[in-house]
């Protein structure tokens, strides 16, 4: 496959397009402040913990009201794997702060690249309703055309759902039109919508269409 064999490419979010910077210090640092002791290895595996629970209900936060739940929710686990004796309202803020995110090496280049090219791009991602505001922090917004969260569509992939609204919003058709991600729901819910697949990183996703 190559450039002139497609109109459209769609990225993945986490670990295609961007990736999280280790919050463990910042988390304990967090801890430290409410008086909540704990070593980096008991903060890792609560941080483990937190994630199990986000990724299955990350489609469940649709707007402001119900982000504002799932986030205590994942404080409350977070806390409840350290045993911490702290009220999730106190610590939502904290542990917000402790995540930042920075694009994938090679992510921006290869955005760039596509555009040059003449393609629309968008964003398809398991996340909450949040990822617009994340993406601007880094300044990676403005790379896309259209962003198609989990939460928008009301299912995770490998629901299809997420691929044909992202085409129906470029002006699309399936069979030219790319999806690059680092998951087997990433393939299998292009490969349902009718769309190509290839493997993250993104980078060497876009050096094989040249």
């Known amino acids: 496959m190559r450039f002139a064999d497609l109109d459209a490419v769609t990225v993945d979010g986490f ?21 909540i002791h704990r070593s980096l290895p008991e903060v890792e595996e609560a941080f483990a913990a937190e994630v199990r629970y986000y990724r299955p209900h990350a489609h469940l936060a649709r707007d402001e009201r119900s982000l504002e739940h799932l986030r205590r929710d994942c404080v409350r686990v977070f806390l409840d794997a350290l045993a911490a004796p702290l009220d999730p309202d106190d610590f939502v803020v904290p542990f917000l702060q402790a995540l930042v995110f920075r694009p994938v090496a090679g992510a921006t280049d290869a955005l760039a690249v596509l555009r040059t090219h003449g393609l629309k791009l968008a964003v398809v991602s398991n996340w909450d309703c949040a990822l617009p505001a994340r993406l601007a922090e880094i300044g990676l917004h403005e790379c896309f055309d259209e962003l198609v969260t989990s939460a928008e569509a009301g299912a995770p992939k490998p629901e299809p759902l997420l691929f044909r609204l992202a085409l129906e919003r470029l002006g699309a058709v399936p069979e030219r039109a790319l999806h690059v991600g680092d998951e087997p729901d990433d393939e299998l819910g292009a490969r349902a919508a009718g769309m190509h697949f290839a493997p993250a990183p993104l980078s060497r996703a876009v050096a094989g269409l040249l």
Request: charged letters at 25%; zero cysteines; hydrophobic letters at 45%.
């Open 15 to 35: 670990g295609t397009l961007i990736e999280l910077e280790s919050p463990l210090a910042r988390l304990a640092e967090g801890l430290e402040a409410h008086g």
